[in-house]
């Protein structure tokens, strides 16, 4: 796979930017937000349909990001459209923007500094924008509210991986003008959006090239021109042609939002840790009703009771598939804890940096390897020799590095307890604790679930135990492996000053209440979540090891340590989506590994949208890859 390349620009005398590879311009000298306003929101008869529209969400589709400017504008409308219709049955905005040449953030924040009239809006995205990595970025604003989905690749490539329940509607059909880009307005292009679109769609684009009307027209929809922006004399817009609507479009409408499961059914939580908190949370925020079934006594009792965890994304040398999905859920993770404090829900955490030092000979040349072919952006990660990764980290280290800036730690158990209690003041979510589900039958209305006291009734069950998965008959096939580790808390007058997370063959993290972390082993053998001294021993003597600090281990005072299993899968990749498609109401949240903090933010994310019908923020290779059928192919 192929690593993407930032625009090239320049601007022009009136302050316009223009991209310098196609010669064209990003926005009307004339006045880019007005044209965004009449070309994109006019002709698409927005914001005027929101307060009409039936569906929780309305979705909209843009062919060409650019400078955001389109988003933007249509934020702000949101914005103001929720504030004077706040019963409306429309409550969020999703906003899906393709770009092969995405703008340096540099670049971004010149190129919106004279939008002043959006001057928040535009501090927030170039606040949560992300690097130059492909694949879809899920950035949240307004608490939910407005959603964008930056993918960032060849829209040719990307549309045709959409799933079809990421049907759109409107269309902003922007980017560069055909004849100076046409590499992106091929057959294709026009085919897919017709795919994408339901029965009233509308589409909007500021030209009004040959191909364009040929392409729209024989891929399905009925266009028609209309007066152009500013000294344009002409502009299209289309909707889907009365004589197409019946193939394919009447089997595409047969699987649209009105014929999904319903979004409002309740949805029932077997678990107590990340994963189902984060899920919880995610079809709380979209008006579905939860009740969590906690096998302890309260919540983050297994894997997730760690004190503190890093978050980091575990980059392969080139691009991979694996490699981008970690990307796509490291910024999404960032940006959710950040938002979770914001909302109110208090817990300790620290983007430090995090500096994953080549204490191998074989790490040495990964690491070179890297570097050397520039495969991933220097905003994300660089390579670091050992003194500057000394300074960075704020002790002596013997090695070179990769460093993370926008890596670091988050307490983990204090976090699902501070997410747990912002639940419970949600009038959509209840929990029940020490309730262990002993055995679980699919009925007609969905599922009975049996304690050691009860039978309990759900209509849509999402199972997320960790690494007790296969405990339950209905998930036994799965290859789940029950993984023991053990983190030790420590102090050490040499580690007081460190100042970033560190990780070689284990981790370390920076002091919190005067302790680190460190570890973690692996026992594959173990049956019980014991404490042993002899990892504890092993935990301390690697550290030393890897540090090339050998007193360091004789300084080292233990303080404390948890066990605990961790679920894995042969593949690496978590377990997340429906668990057999003749059972559409079992669905699964698991396999997290020791990555729990990466993993379990956007893939709570993605299953909410999966239950509710929204567009899902992954392509479909990705959730085939994630899928727990997988294993049944």
């Excluded at 914001?47 to 062919?63: K, M």
């Excluded at 269309?171 to 994408?196: C, S, V």
């Excluded at 409408?253 to 939580?269: F, G, N, Y």
């Excluded at 997370?501 to 594959?524: E, M, N, S």
Aim: proline share 6%; aromatic share 10%.
């Amino acid at each position: 796979m192929q690593s993407l390349s930032n625009a090239r620009i320049h601007f022009n005398p009136q302050g316009t930017p223009v991209a310098t590879d196609f010669d064209d311009i990003y926005f009307s000298n004339d006045g880019g937000l007005a044209e965004t306003d009449y070309v994109f929101l006019q002709q698409n008869s927005l914001p005027s349909r929101w307060p009409r529209h039936p569906q929780a969400f309305f979705h909209i589709l843009e062919t060409g990001f650019g400078t955001g400017a389109n988003f933007l504008l249509c934020w702000q409308r949101f914005r103001s459209f929720r504030a004077q219709y706040p019963a409306a049955a429309c409550q969020r905005l999703y906003f899906s923007s393709f770009e092969k040449y995405p703008l340096s953030l540099a670049d971004l924040q010149q190129a919106l500094a004279c939008h002043t009239l959006l001057q928040a809006q535009c501090e927030q995205l170039l606040q949560a924008y992300p690097p130059p990595v492909a694949g879809c970025h899920r950035l949240v604003f307004d608490h939910g509210q407005v959603i964008l989905d930056l993918w960032q690749g060849d829209v040719n490539t990307l549309l045709p991986q959409l799933p079809v329940q990421n049907q759109v509607d409107a269309i902003f059909l922007d980017g560069f003008a055909p004849a100076k880009n046409p590499d992106m307005w091929q057959t294709g292009l026009f085919e897919q959006l017709f795919r994408l679109s339901n029965a009233n769609t509308t589409l909007a684009t500021f030209t009004c090239a040959g191909l364009v009307k040929q392409g729209l027209t024989a891929a399905g929809f009925n266009i028609k021109k209309v007066k152009g922006f500013g000294r344009k004399r002409e502009m299209l817009t289309a909707t889907i042609a009365a004589d197409t609507a019946s193939e394919p479009i009447a089997a595409k409408v047969a699987l649209h939002r009105e014929s999904q499961l319903p979004a409002k059914d309740d949805v029932t939580i077997i678990g107590g840790g990340l994963a189902a908190l984060c899920s919880a949370y995610a079809l709380v925020r979209r008006g579905v009703k939860v009740a969590l079934l906690c096998a302890d006594a309260e919540v983050a009792q297994g894997a997730s009771h760690n004190r503190q965890g890093a978050l980091y994304p575990n980059l392969p040398v080139s691009p991979s598939a694996a490699g981008l999905w970690h990307c796509q859920a490291f910024h999404y993770a960032r940006q959710f804890y950040q938002d979770c404090l914001q909302t109110g829900i208090t817990f300790p955490m620290q983007f430090c940096g995090l500096l994953h030092l080549a204490t191998t000979p074989q790490l040495t040349e990964r690491q070179r390897k890297m570097a050397e072919h520039q495969s991933w952006p220097t905003s994300l990660v660089r390579f670091v020799a050992a003194d500057e990764a000394s300074a960075l980290a704020g002790i002596p280290l013997q090695h070179s590095g990769i460093f993370i800036p926008d890596a670091g730690w988050i307490a983990p158990q204090a976090f699902c307890q501070a997410l747990f209690h912002f639940l419970t003041t949600q009038p959509l979510f209840t929990a029940v604790f020490d309730c262990p589900i002993v055995d679980m039958q699919a009925s007609d209305t969905g599922w009975q679930l049996q304690t050691p006291q009860h039978q309990l009734t759900a209509q849509r069950l999402l199972v997320a135990t960790g690494a007790d998965l296969t405990q339950l008959a209905a998930m036994a096939h799965l290859p789940l492996n029950r993984v023991r580790g053990q983190v030790s808390h420590v102090h050490a007058a040499t580690l007081t000053p460190l100042k970033t997370v560190i990780c070689h063959k284990g981790y370390l993290t920076p002091a919190w209440q005067g302790l680190h972390c460190i570890g973690a082993t692996f026992d594959r053998n173990a049956q019980e979540a014991y404490l042993s001294a002899a990892d504890d021993n092993a935990n301390i003597q690697q550290l030393a090891e890897q540090l090339a600090m050998t007193p360091l281990a004789a300084e080292i005072q233990l303080d404390s340590a948890k066990a605990a299993f961790r679920g894995t899968v042969p593949d690496h990749l978590p377990l997340a989506g429906l668990v057999d498609n003749s059972q559409p109401t079992l669905w699964v949240h698991a396999g997290l590994g020791a990555r729990g903090l990466l993993f379990a933010p956007l893939l709570a994310e993605i299953l909410a949208c999966q239950l509710t019908g929204e567009p899902v923020p992954a392509a479909e290779t990705t959730l085939q890859h994630l899928s727990p059928q997988r294993f049944a192919r």
